[in-house]
């Protein structure tokens, strides 16, 4: 039903309405894509260091948070994960990507457990805070510690990027799995 009424709201615009949202729409991922740039050279979990392009044939979903977060990390990394055991063989097709913002407590010995419970394809990716710094600034993140508390902040956006690394599209904190799905087969 709500498909119809959306249909039927911009149906209704005119010609020059129409044209206005389409622009606005092609702008909104144009400039999208020149906000989020993708670049990275850290250290997976096992202490290799890789790079964006050592995923490149595979979309990637790419997540910002640290594995002592209570709540928000663990819940959209389980959907990531079920989205990916939902897809069967094509989950082949996705790299999944923790990157850890707390440099201080985050090690890839850590990561390589953490990762492995939601999915054993799964990266985990630490560095420096300057690769660190560096990282978030292509993929426009915020990240820090609440000095008072000790309490790691991040951005909780999941990052859809292209087979070259490219950004294809942002989910807020909150989307199910079924929504991950949906938008990985769309890019198959």
Known sequence: M???RNHSVIASLGVRSRLALLCLVVSSTAYAE????GDFELIDH??????????DGKLRLVYFGFTRCPDVCP??????????????????????IFISVDVENDTPEILASYVAAFHPAMVGLVGSRQQLDAVAASFNVTYGV???TDSVYHSAYLFLMDRQGRFLDLFG???KAAAIEARLRENF
């Open 2 to 4: 709500q498909n119809r």
């Open 34 to 37: 020149d906000v989020v740039k």
């Open 46 to 55: 096992r202490g290799q260091v890789v790079t964006e392009h050592s995923y």
């Open 75 to 96: 819940t959209t990394l389980f959907e990531v994960a079920r989205a990916l055991r939902h897809l069967g063989d094509d989950a082949a097709n996705v790299q999944p």
């Open 146 to 148: 609440e000095q008072a």
């Open 173 to 175: 904190y909150g989307v």
